[in-house]
């Protein structure tokens, strides 16, 4: 099994920048496609983000294109997403999750979550 922790969620005002990270733990990382999804009050969760732990290919959603940015940190065994120029459509609890094929964007895809994290944007 693999164990994913979020953390960085809070409380940022509309235009500012926040971090999010998820820490791995349970295997190797080399393999693996860590994504983020979020999930806002009374909407259905989506697709964020994701990168391949291996290669670093990248793929976003369109509405978080040249805003959002998901990277990795190698030493850490962590994946971060950078959060650029938020909004209040920004305000959403963000999860980070584990799939094993592909690039996916599609929730059935990932098999392993973390909890969550809030991220709440205020005006």
């Known amino acids: 099994q693999v164990h994913l922790l979020e953390s960085g969620g809070g409380l940022v005002q509309a235009g500012e920048f926040l971090r999010l990270s998820c820490v791995i733990s349970?295997?190797?990382?080399?393999?693996?496609?860590i994504g983020w999804f979020r999930q806002a009050p009374g909407k259905e969760r989506e697709f964020v983000a994701v990168?391949?732990?291996?290669?670093?290919?990248?793929d976003y959603a369109d509405s978080v294109k040249g805003r959002f940015t998901v990277g990795r940190d190698n030493a850490g065994n962590m994946v971060h997403l950078h959060l650029f120029r938020v909004n209040a459509e920004d305000t959403a609890t963000y999860y980070c999750?584990?799939?094993?094929?592909?690039?996916?964007?599609?929730?059935?895809?990932?098999?392993?979550w973390g909890q969550g994290t809030q991220v709440t944007v205020s005006s």
């Open positions: 999750a584990a799939a094993v094929r592909g690039l996916p964007t599609a929730q059935d895809d990932y098999a392993f």
């Open positions: 990168i391949d732990w291996s290669d670093g290919d990248r």
């Open positions: 349970g295997r190797t990382l080399s393999g693996l496609k």
